[in-house]
């Protein structure tokens, strides 16, 4: 079957930059790299494109809002620089774990249960999946936004904003089952990289025009003392969100040798390209519209009609692609579990099995995300409660646990402050990621039509 390997064989492994560790104990899971996916493929630019496309989604059109307006211009732009180099090193230092013991780890999960033993690997499996299955519920409340806002365009009709959402959960569905891995996706990104310019090209003619226009905007931080203090935090995880999956492990996986260095190279072009077009736009969103700026970019913008119907119907065709990186992960554990592995994943047994995981997996999620239209929460939750674990404590955690004994004591000193000072950061900015939920239940209705 496609993506089977033997990818343990040491003459096939390239030889990690850091001490390789010997993990005994009974708490330590064994290690099985059999996946139904493919793995050792793709180039470092197909990844790089990937990430570059991935980040510059549908998300981005909400970041003025809760990256900017809770900190203003000064604290935005130095978290913003800050978070974003940060986020860049430690996926950087993540990448080069990638093999410990003559292993190679295609699972984040698999990587914490070999060093770490049997808690850690459940532990990183629930964060891991939290982030992925919220991120989904946000793309697809993305999707029915923007269909929402296609349709006050062309016409009058009563279509609820959950009706949007069902429509863009079977399309993520259908996509899903065309093309069933995330190196599949290769044969999507031409498509994904123009759909991406097309509406960030709109996006910002019209936003500059709108600042251009705009002589009363405010850039006051709202609110009492406590609201600010909690918000400044909640945009924080949002900036974290706005860099970082939580899955890098699994991206790498799909990388051929050297994978190691070919996952930096990829990290790089997302953090110099990618980063400079989703920072661009919401520094420009904030810069036109000032506090009062829109959650979602679009339903702020002046015309023209046209603009506006393309710039939607761009961003709603893009995200079917990017939501995939995120969501794949989820796939490849699913069908890992439930396909015939002796047999292709087109195959017809394998092919229904993947209909149904898939059917079931997006009707949760669709349901979930008509449900909960509260699209700040889904951003500021898996922020806050799962990537700081997942981007920077668990990465320095192995750092200390492989190469500990020999590193100097001001290495180790770093990665323990990582791991305080980013384990504080993921207590408090839940808690203010838990209060925005809690207010907004009390401000809003379940299945609410805004």
Same mark, same amino acid.
């Given at each position: 079957?496609?993506g089977?390997? +033997?990818?343990?064989?040491?003459?096939?492994?390239e030889?990690? +930059?850091?001490?390789?560790?010997q993990?005994?104990?009974?708490s330590?899971?064994d290690?099985d790299?059999t996946?139904?996916?493919?793995?050792?493929k793709d180039s470092w630019?197909?990844?790089?494109?990937?990430?570059?496309?991935s980040f $510059?989604?549908?998300y981005?059109?909400?970041?003025?809002?809760?990256?900017?307006?809770?900190?203003?211009?000064e604290w935005g732009?130095v978290c913003?620089?800050?978070?974003g180099?940060?986020?860049y090193y430690?996926?950087?230092?993540?990448?080069g774990?990638?093999?410990?013991?003559?292993?190679?780890?295609?699972?984040?999960r698999d990587?914490?249960?070999f060093?770490?033993?049997r808690?850690?690997y459940?532990v990183?499996w629930?964060?891991?999946?939290?982030?992925l299955?919220?991120?989904?519920?946000?793309?697809?409340?993305?999707g029915g936004r923007s269909?929402?806002?296609?349709?006050?365009?062309?016409?009058?009709?009563?279509?609820?904003?959950?009706?949007?959402i069902?429509?863009?959960?079977?399309?993520?569905?259908?996509?899903?089952?065309?093309?069933?891995?995330?190196?599949?996706?290769?044969?999507?990104l031409?498509?994904?990289?123009a759909?991406?310019?097309?509406?960030?090209?709109?996006?910002?003619?019209?936003?500059?025009?709108d600042?251009?226009?705009n002589?009363?905007? +405010?850039?006051?931080?709202h609110?009492?003392k406590a609201d600010?203090?909690?918000?400044?935090?909640g945009?924080i995880?949002?900036?974290?969100?706005? $860099?970082?999956?939580?899955l890098?492990?699994e991206?790498?996986?799909t990388?051929?040798s050297?994978?190691?260095?070919?996952?930096?190279?990829a990290l790089?072009?997302?953090?110099?390209?990618?980063l400079?077009?989703y920072y661009?736009?919401?520094?420009v969103?904030?810069?036109?519209y000032?506090?009062s700026v829109s959650e979602f970019?679009?339903?702020?913008?002046?015309g023209?009609?046209?603009?506006?119907?393309?710039l939607?119907?761009?961003?709603?065709?893009?995200?079917?692609?990017?939501?995939h &990186?995120f969501i794949?992960?989820?796939?490849e554990?699913?069908?890992?579990?439930?396909?015939?592995l002796?047999?292709k994943i087109?195959?017809k047994? $394998?092919?229904?099995?993947?209909?149904?995981?898939?059917?079931?997996?997006f009707?949760?999620?669709?349901?979930?995300?008509a449900a909960f239209?509260? &699209?700040?929460?889904f951003?500021?939750?898996?922020?806050?409660?799962?990537l700081?674990?997942l981007t920077f404590?668990f990465?320095?955690m192995?750092?200390i646990k492989?190469?500990g004994?020999t590193?100097?004591s001001?290495?180790?000193?770093?990665?323990?402050?990582?791991i305080?000072?980013?384990?504080f950061?993921?207590i408090?900015?839940?808690?203010?990621a838990?209060?925005?939920i809690v207010?907004?239940v009390r401000?809003?209705?379940?299945?609410?039509?805004?």
């Amino acid at each position: 079957m496609e993506g089977l390997k +033997d990818v343990e064989k040491i003459n096939k492994v390239e030889v990690l +930059d850091v001490e390789t560790v010997q993990v005994n104990g009974a708490s330590v899971l064994d290690y099985d790299p059999t996946t139904a996916h493919t793995t050792d493929k793709d180039s470092w630019k197909q990844v790089g494109a990937l990430l570059v496309t991935s980040f $510059n989604c549908g998300y981005i059109l909400t970041f003025s809002n809760l990256m900017l307006v809770p900190l203003g211009w000064e604290w935005g732009v130095v978290c913003l620089l800050i978070v974003g180099a940060f986020t860049y090193y430690a996926n950087w230092l993540l990448a080069g774990f990638h093999l410990i013991d003559g292993h190679r780890f295609i699972r984040y999960r698999d990587l914490m249960g070999f060093v770490f033993g049997r808690k850690l690997y459940y532990v990183t499996w629930v964060l891991q999946f939290l982030t992925l299955l919220l991120g989904n519920m946000g793309f697809i409340l993305l999707g029915g936004r923007s269909l929402k806002e296609i349709n006050s365009e062309l016409s009058f009709s009563p279509m609820r904003l959950q009706d949007f959402i069902i429509i863009t959960g079977v399309a993520f569905f259908i996509y899903s089952v065309v093309v069933p891995t995330m190196s599949a996706m290769r044969r999507w990104l031409a498509l994904s990289a123009a759909l991406s310019f097309t509406f960030i090209a709109i996006l910002l003619g019209i936003i500059i025009k709108d600042g251009t226009n705009n002589t009363t905007r +405010d850039y006051n931080i709202h609110g009492s003392k406590a609201d600010k203090i909690f918000n400044s935090f909640g945009a924080i995880a949002a900036i974290l969100v706005c $860099n970082t999956s939580g899955l890098l492990p699994e991206i790498q996986s799909t990388l051929r040798s050297p994978v190691i260095k070919n996952m930096r190279r990829a990290l790089f072009l997302q953090y110099t390209v990618g980063l400079s077009i989703y920072y661009g736009v919401s520094i420009v969103g904030y810069w036109a519209y000032g506090s009062s700026v829109s959650e979602f970019l679009p339903s702020e913008l002046s015309g023209p009609k046209w603009a506006k119907i393309l710039l939607n119907s761009a961003v709603f065709l893009q995200n079917i692609i990017s939501q995939h &990186m995120f969501i794949a992960p989820i796939h490849e554990a699913l069908d890992t579990k439930f396909l015939r592995l002796d047999e292709k994943i087109s195959s017809k047994e $394998n092919l229904i099995h993947r209909f149904l995981l898939r059917s079931s997996l997006f009707t949760l999620n669709t349901f979930l995300a008509a449900a909960f239209p509260f &699209m700040g929460d889904f951003v500021n939750l898996l922020g806050s409660f799962s990537l700081f674990p997942l981007t920077f404590v668990f990465p320095s955690m192995i750092f200390i646990k492989v190469r500990g004994k020999t590193a100097r004591s001001e290495e180790n000193a770093w990665h323990w402050a990582i791991i305080i000072v980013c384990s504080f950061l993921s207590i408090i900015t839940t808690a203010s990621a838990v209060r925005l939920i809690v207010n907004n239940v009390r401000s809003y209705h379940f299945f609410a039509d805004n």
